[in-house]
């Protein structure tokens, strides 16, 4: 029987995006960073945010807040940021920490 490689959850685009930014700059990426992506590449924040956070879920990248604690990030914790639709600005403002793989 042939194995079936699952596909992933998140957009595969955006996670080599990302990838290759925290290759290239050599640390935690910042808010401030993530919009810049999604301004230099035409992305939704909010897509970013999205498989930012599914990875996060899956164990392949983490985010620490702003006071160095790794949080956990779950399927309640992504579904209660799009609760109302389309983030907005105040909703990236709960952010201010580092997003990074973990290694």
Do not use: C
């Not at 498989?51 to 949080?71: H, P, R, S, V």
């Amino acid at each position: 029987m042939q194995e079936q490689e699952l596909e992933p959850l998140w957009d595969e685009g955006i996670s080599s995006l990302l990838e290759g930014e925290y290759a290239r700059v050599q640390k935690p990426l910042t808010m401030q960073d993530l919009r810049g992506y999604a301004n230099e590449h035409a992305v939704r924040i909010g897509d970013i945010l999205e498989t930012l956070f599914l990875m996060g879920i899956y164990g392949d990248w983490k985010y620490t807040d702003a006071n160095g604690e790794e949080q956990t990030l779950d399927e309640d914790a992504l579904n209660a940021l799009y609760a109302k639709g389309r983030l907005e600005e105040s909703d990236l403002e709960a952010f201010p920490g580092l997003w990074q793989p973990v290694e």
